[in-house]
């Protein structure tokens, strides 16, 4: 019997996406709504082949398999052929060309990686208390996600998770006991190497949340004045309704707080802002008054989560990669779902506390990596949310290899099938709306002052060319466990508002400090590739796998870190944004 064997001749580059192939799922009807066995046999499937179990392979699985060949013959009393009574040749799957460049992939993961393996480095930024209480910390970062995505059309141009994974080890001739060994069960989530953090994450994004925050009050007229609303920061805020009632202060938390300022020895104050000033320093105040006011004025109506959705928070993006979250949109029904499942306490409901989280990306809201990125591209290309993809063509089978090993001569391909951008809903992007978040997020990252409090993401971005690829983003981190220092996540998301150089860049990296430390940096180098400033290792067919590693891919470094500038080493908690 002829067999064939899949081959990845440049992995690990891409593997969360390209995905692997392995067995038909046994038989399990008692568990799955849908038995993949079934479904297979009723496609034709022999059981003893093998599938598409992740990324593209199985999204793709039905264009990418052939249909078998069968040869039927009469024989005779004692086996022997007598002649060919049928006979169906093999044909092959049809190709497709996905939309990431192999290049900026590849720079992306190296980015990634080579920023997580330096945060464990750095101490994390800890109070006097904490120092007391804790001892110095070191930042965990074992994990994180980088997506570039084209503004424009929606295409996905490179997508990074880290762990990451060789798809090669899941070719089917794993030596025995080595797949336990490459990828060991019951590992802690954070070490999860064939999880792909860009789509199954389900984070809280902290403040790179508040520009939709933004959006929604302007849309909903809760600023009186809308770009022109100022509201005096003080650094702390007290909840309305503990305002009208004392003695509410008894039994739930009435104050929040922007960040500590050490100088000044209590929350900064940020003075008297707007809502393009309240983003570039990222006051917190500023959006709990929102996240407040949008419980406590409409009458307890979803007003703040309807807008929130129309970004695509909650739901699947949609883009052509299996097993994605849809993530968590808390409102009244949400909460009421969460408790019937024990997910939360039975008397936690959507109260003015959660709507103040929600404001400031905290609490129960859970994002992915591609939602957030997803969401800016809406703002960066004018109002169009889009469908993340990362299918270019489908070419008719027999798509002719080129001169250059590993590649095919894409001018001798028949194109079957181009993927067209789809727009998934149509926001309004008026100016008196988006004018003013996208001036606080190009502020953001330039040097720009606010009542004597810099940018957030000023200093990371001073050395950049603004005059050649101009930028606007947004930090955010992400507080973790026991509000410790060590435990935030890093977050930040860019786009440019060149639209030659038409992309959005997002990085999450876990456990790895605050929003300007870490993340930032990993944005700013992936906009130095894009704009063709930074150098890239070309892209080389992969060495043969070495049978003898203990780890599910190996250790990649970018070729420059001059991008990264070390930053993070001076970063102070003004910054944490």
């Not at 089917?172 to 590992?187: C, E």
């Not at 996240?291 to 309807?306: M, R």
Request: with cysteine; net charge positive.
């Amino acid at each position: 019997m002829e067999t064939w064997r899949r081959r990845y001749p440049y992995a690990p580059i891409a593997s969360h996406v390209i995905g692997y192939m392995g067995s038909i799922p046994a038989d399990n009807k008692s568990t799955k709504k849908v038995n993949e066995t079934d479904v297979y046999k009723d496609k034709g499937y022999l059981l003893s082949e093998r599938v598409g179990v992740a990324g593209v392979e199985r999204t793709y699985e039905d264009v990418l398999h052939g249909t078998a060949g069968k040869r039927v013959y009469e024989v005779d009393a004692n086996g022997r052929v007598l002649r060919t009574v049928e006979e169906v040749p093999a044909a092959n799957g049809q190709d497709i060309q996905l939309s990431i460049d192999m290049s900026i992939q590849q720079y992306a993961e190296q980015t990634l990686e080579t920023e997580l393996r330096f945060r464990k480095t750095v101490n994390a930024v800890q109070s006097k208390s904490e120092l007391e209480k804790y001892g110095r910390k070191k930042y965990v970062a074992t994990a994180g996600s980088v997506v570039v995505q084209n503004y424009l059309t929606g295409a996905v141009v490179a997508m990074a998770s880290y762990p990451t994974f060789d798809n090669r080890w899941l070719d089917g001739t794993l030596p025995p006991g080595k797949f336990s060994q490459l990828f060991p069960a019951n590992v802690p989530p954070d070490q999860a190497a064939l999880t792909n953090r860009a789509i199954q994450g389900g984070y809280n994004v902290g403040s790179s949340f508040k520009p939709f925050t933004a959006y929604s009050a302007l849309q909903a007229g809760l600023l009186p004045g809308g770009a022109n609303f100022k509201y005096l920061d003080v650094g702390t805020y007290k909840i309305i309704a503990c305002q009208r009632d004392k003695s509410r202060e008894l039994s739930q938390k009435c104050n929040f707080r922007n960040a500590w300022s050490p100088s000044l020895g209590r929350p900064t104050p940020y003075g008297l802002i707007s809502v393009t000033e309240a983003l570039t320093v990222s006051s917190d105040t500023f959006f709990y008054q929102i996240g407040d006011a949008f419980l406590e004025l409409t009458g307890g109506q979803p007003i703040f989560q309807n807008e929130l959705r129309q970004f695509g928070f909650g739901q699947k993006t949609g883009i052509d990669l299996p097993f994605e979250r849809s993530g968590i949109l808390p409102d009244k029904q949400v909460m009421a779902a969460l408790r019937k499942k024990k997910v939360i306490l039975p008397d936690e409901t959507f109260t003015s506390g959660q709507s103040i989280l929600l404001a400031v990306g905290q609490g129960i809201l859970a994002v992915s990596p591609m939602q957030l990125v997803n969401a800016y591209s809406a703002f960066a290309n004018g109002g169009s949310r889009m469908q993340p993809s990362v299918l270019a063509a489908i070419f008719a089978p027999g798509t002719p290899d080129s001169a250059i090993t590993g590649y095919v001569d894409l001018t001798q391909a028949q194109v079957v099938f181009t993927r067209d951008p789809k727009v998934i809903q149509t926001l309004d992007m008026r100016p008196e709306l988006r004018d003013p978040i996208v001036q606080g997020l190009q502020n953001v990252v330039r040097k720009v002052a606010i009542n004597g409090h810099m940018s957030t993401g000023g200093r990371v971005f001073q050395k950049f060319p603004m005059n050649l690829l101009p930028l606007a983003g947004k930090t955010g981190t992400a507080q973790g466990g026991g509000n410790r220092s060590e435990n935030d996540s890093s977050v930040f998301v860019a786009f440019s508002t060149d639209p030659n150089v038409p992309y959005t860049v997002g990085a999450y990296l876990e456990r790895a400090g605050y929003g300007a430390q870490a993340s930032a940096p990993v944005v700013k180098c992936m906009f130095y590739a894009l704009g063709g400033f930074a150098k890239m290792d070309p892209v080389r067919q992969a060495d043969p796998l070495d049978l003898t590693a203990t780890i599910a891919a190996p250790l990649r470094q970018m070729p420059s870190q001059a991008c990264l500038d070390n930053y993070s080493v001076i970063v102070s908690r003004a910054d944490r944004g």
